[in-house]
């Protein structure tokens, strides 16, 4: 129970669903509820999927390149503070190239967001994917396999259901209730990422 918990945690914390709401909203204000529900049905599969190939392919990529577990670690403890620091001063969606201008027209003259930008990069980023592959290595029998595939599925659960609800967020929390509970998440994503360098760092060191 407490991998699980802290499994779903991290994940959670990194993907950070509630900092993807306004983005969500922009996007799909112009549809009808029954349309956001089901661009919100395949944004929350695309990230199941992309999770569960992070999660189980992951370690081949790494052995095809040669990089080893404690370099992934930090590079990935990189990525995940970074995104955290991106969350703690309020510059989430220009951390995941959504204020670029061209990058805007792109996505108003598709047809289909839920892939893009919505599940990658916004939600299921390079932090999150590190994320998982770490924990593949990490946690390789059978048991804590299926703890950590229970907590992928509650997760990508919970993306639709905040997704589906997202309009009703705005509305209760307001942009600056979703502000402050995005750097609240931001200060949790940095301590993780600042966990995985350091137990990377102390890993070397030991092997040294």
Known sequence: MELFI???????????????????VGLTQEHDSLERNRIAFWTSLNVLIIL???????????LFFGITLNSLKIAGGL?????GFALLTGEFNKHKGMKK???K??????????LTPLAMPMIAGPGTMSLLITYNQEFNELNSVLI???????????IYLILKSSFYIVKILGASG???LSRIIGF???AIGVEFIISAVKSVINIA
Request: aromatic share 12%.
């Open 6 to 24: 802290m499994i779903f945690a991290a994940l959670f914390s990194v993907m950070n669903p509630f900092g993807t709401v306004p983005v969500f």
């Open 52 to 62: 569960l190939i992070s999660f189980f392919v992951g370690k081949y990529i790494l």
């Open 79 to 83: 990525i995940i503070a970074s995104s």
């Open 101 to 103: 201008e061209k990058v």
């Open 105 to 114: 027209e792109d996505i108003k003259s598709r047809s289909e967001i839920s």
């Open 148 to 158: 950590i595939f229970g907590a992928i599925i509650l997760s990508t659960i919970c």
């Open 178 to 180: 979703i502000n402050a």
């Open 188 to 190: 949790i994503v940095i």
